[in-house]
């Protein structure tokens, strides 16, 4: 086997077989392939291109790179992952509630990247929670209690970490069979039996258009089901914040108001669509309209909420987080509203401008491995749509410091139009397999 080699094909758009993408990946992840052939290989998937039969290869090659978990659970084993946006907190109201119908969930999950949030820094902006645990504890939890959101483990798709840093330097982030392979192999690792995507489009998502969206739906859904996944995918709504707050503590916020006290929201309905096509793919359902109630009811009865605390505490958080979450949540130096400079309805809200607004702030990375506040970043934040008049609150601001906030106020307001009318679209644009 030789780099060059695979390189050459690729470059030459002939398909590299399966056990040249296998050595390559293994070569990722030892370091025998260099950082300028990683970057070639990239360059050349991202301007020709990978068959469907190549993507699937490529993704199983990185996910055998290294550790793939095996399960032996009296239930299913599903996981959701979401393509990213801005109030995007499904995650971790999600995984406690399929927990709560009879599932296993062990959720690898991420930390914000760009302008979109992060399901980790999320749930460790609750004091005392760590999400880097071994597999040992990762297997306990997730058997135990039904649910466990943790970072990946390094000995989990090492390939994709060495070729998403390559990717990431060399401009080849958009390609969508990289995304593809990139995700899958991390969540095909966790040793799932179903997976259900949330693929995000409109001006908070990496996809913005829907042309684009639908591709990456398609190639995700196509690839993980050819690497014997059950999969499918919702294309949603991304052009306004999912939940009315954008920040870590904030968004935290929002999970324990929907799981100690539910009432009808956008984010509840993405949530329950999400889990009752997942319940549905992994066979506990037959019916996505039944599979949402029971979903529903996990809420209403408590045991979502009951098993969101204990993952919590065995991740080294506050015992009863629920009880008092409110007092625990860190808060913000600074808070006050953001006014409308004019009267008329909220025409626009653009997700990019949000969520780069609480990344300056200090709730997201300007670079790897920066520390961030999980307390600063906006909530109660309007919907499109939204009638206002002059001075009504848009949005309540939560800053470190004055200057801070002044700045913050003015990306928030750029980021908002109002004008005469609005056509929000539908939530869930469309589904894919």
Known sequence: MDARRVIAKLRDREEPSQAELSWFARGLASGGVTDAQAGAFAMAACLNGLSEEARVALTL???DSGD???WDLPGAVIDKHSTGGIGDCTSLLLAPMLAAAGAYVPMISGRGLGHTGGTLDKLEAIPGVVTDVDEARFRAITRDIGCAIVSAASDMAPADKRLYAVRDVTSTVESVDL???SILSKKLAAGLEALILDVKTGSGAFMVSLEDSTALAESLVKTANGAGCKTAALITDMDQPLAPAAGNALEVAVIMEALTAPKNSRLIEVTLA???ELLVLAGIENDPEKAAVKLSETLTNGKAVE??????AELGGPKDFS???QRRLPEANVIREIAAPEAGVVAGLDGRGIGMGVVHMGGGRLKGGERIDPSVGYSE???LGEKVVKGQPLARLHAR????AQAAEKAFLEAVTIGDAASPGPLIVAKVG
């Open 61 to 63: 090659a990185m996910r």
């Open 68 to 70: 793939v978990l095996t």
């Open 179 to 181: 995304i593809t392979a």
């Open 274 to 276: 999400l889990g009752a």
């Open 307 to 312: 098993i969101f605390d204990r993952m919590i």
């Open 323 to 325: 009880g008092d979450w």
């Open 381 to 383: 934040i309007v919907e």
């Open 401 to 404: 410091s004055e200057r801070s």
